[in-house]
């Protein structure tokens, strides 16, 4: 097999999920963008589009990075699947939201999630593509295993029961970057889906599960693991209007652990540990060694209020029913230490005034805020990849705290690529 394995990438944001599998300018994100990187995985296909803005900020730098064609930059519930080219391999980090099953029709060959949500836009692909993907890799919030609070784990059960129903056999693992030498704590899920007329499909039913789990499968061998739970397992033999109305219907306890697999609707899932004794990134490693805008530097006026945001704090609140409550949250290091991982990025990483989760580095000439360079470096993205015109550096920041890092994707795409090619 020496064709190329074709990739649609959905909710593409600026192209983590792609750096990740073809690299840049045939190079590594793990080296830094300097050694060769022998990639298999072509995208033939994306879709990006922000629902809350009007100027498509995130899909024109895209097109800077690898061209407007084959792009699309419109909302993927309005694409028709027959505009989708036929592909190996289904890819993107969709949006976290209630998976529920709007249909009461029973047995229905059309079951329809909510309007908007925009797992049911993934599946609808999968539902009418005659010759659906062989693979999917998805990413997610560690929040949707446990998900909704009065249903615990529901919608991540839609979701594999969704999966199952197509013929697909589904692995996931939480991964928190920094736990694998990655710059950032970054913790999320990933979820790999085999359909039943793959080869990697057939190696999992030719190997027990557990063993798939703990060090035969796709995730193990990227990201090697320790169990650190017993294991748990049940069936999923509902359809999935009953598993939206009934799954964990006022459990208390998590149906899902940080790791599992699902194959013909049995779930077996641990908890496990990072496995790992390498070398790792920290925050100084990314920082410029060059000097850096004054504007990214804390003026001594607003020192209080910085330190107030970072600091501990408790007052009263009043919720939505009218409740007095009492609201603490403890203190923040500040400025963030450079001799370990950095912190999550979030969206609001970017502009100048003060915050509490904003990063805060001390220098020789004083305290100061990442740059987007060093925010991308953190995501492990190449220097200046969302660096474009009229696109302000708050904006640049919001994209990576959007993001995620590019060396998880590539080192699970590069253990996915040798399964697929019978390299193991």
Request: with cysteine; proline share 3%.
């Amino acid at each position: 097999m020496n064709s190329k394995l074709k990739v649609v990438e959905l909710f593409a944001g600026v192209g983590g999920f792609r750096l990740g599998l073809e690299g840049w300018n045939k190079k590594s994100s793990s080296s830094g963008y300097k050694k060769k990187f022998e990639s298999k995985y072509e995208v033939v296909w994306s879709n990006q589009w922000e629902p809350s803005t009007k100027v498509q900020h995130a899909s024109m730098v895209y097109e800077k990075r690898w061209g407007s064609n084959n792009h699309s930059n419109i909302d993927i519930a309005s694409v028709e699947v027959s505009e989708i080219p036929d592909h190996d391999l289904l890819c993107g980090g969709f949006p976290c939201q209630d998976y529920s099953v709007a249909t009461t029709l029973r047995n229905s060959k059309g079951l329809i999630g909510k309007k908007g949500v925009l797992w049911w836009s993934i599946h609808k692909i999968l539902v009418e593509k005659k010759k659906k993907p062989n693979y999917l890799f998805l990413e997610n919030v560690d929040r949707l295993l446990i998900s909704p609070s009065g249903q615990r784990g529901r919608d991540f059960a839609i979701i594999l029961q969704s999966l199952n129903e197509l013929g697909y056999a589904v692995e996931w693992r939480v991964i928190n970057a920094a736990e694998y030498g990655m710059p950032q704590r970054r913790r999320r899920v990933f979820i790999l889906a085999y359909h039943k007329t793959s080869n990697v499909f057939n190696h999992i039913k030719n190997t027990t599960n557990l063993d798939w789990i703990e060090k035969e499968g796709v995730l193990a061998s990227a990201f090697p693991i320790d169990i650190d739970k017993s294991i748990s397992s049940f069936t999923l033999n509902d359809d999935i209007v009953d598993i939206s109305s009934n799954f964990n219907k006022g459990g208390n306890k998590n149906a899902f652990e940080n790791t599992g697999i699902m194959i013909d609707g049995e779930v077996i899932t641990l908890k496990s540990k990072p496995s790992y004794d390498g070398k790792f990134t920290l925050l100084r490693d990314v920082i410029l060694t060059e000097e850096v805008e004054k504007e990214y530097y804390i003026n001594g006026d607003d020192l209080d209020k910085w330190n107030y945001l970072k600091g501990a704090k408790s007052h009263s609140k009043i919720n939505s029913q009218g409740f007095e409550y009492k609201y603490s949250e403890g203190s923040m290091v500040f400025p963030d230490p450079l001799d370990k991982s950095s912190r999550t990025i979030i969206t609001g990483e970017g502009g100048k005034s003060p915050s509490r989760f904003k990063h805060v580095i001390s220098t020789s000439n004083g305290l100061r805020r990442l740059t987007p360079i060093e925010l991308e470096r953190l995501n492990m993205f190449p220097d200046n990849h969302t660096d474009f015109e009229g696109i302000t550096d708050t904006k640049r920041a919001f994209f990576m705290g959007n993001a995620l890092v590019v060396g998880v994707i590539e080192k699970i795409s590069i253990s996915l690529q040798k399964f697929i090619y019978g390299e193991v």
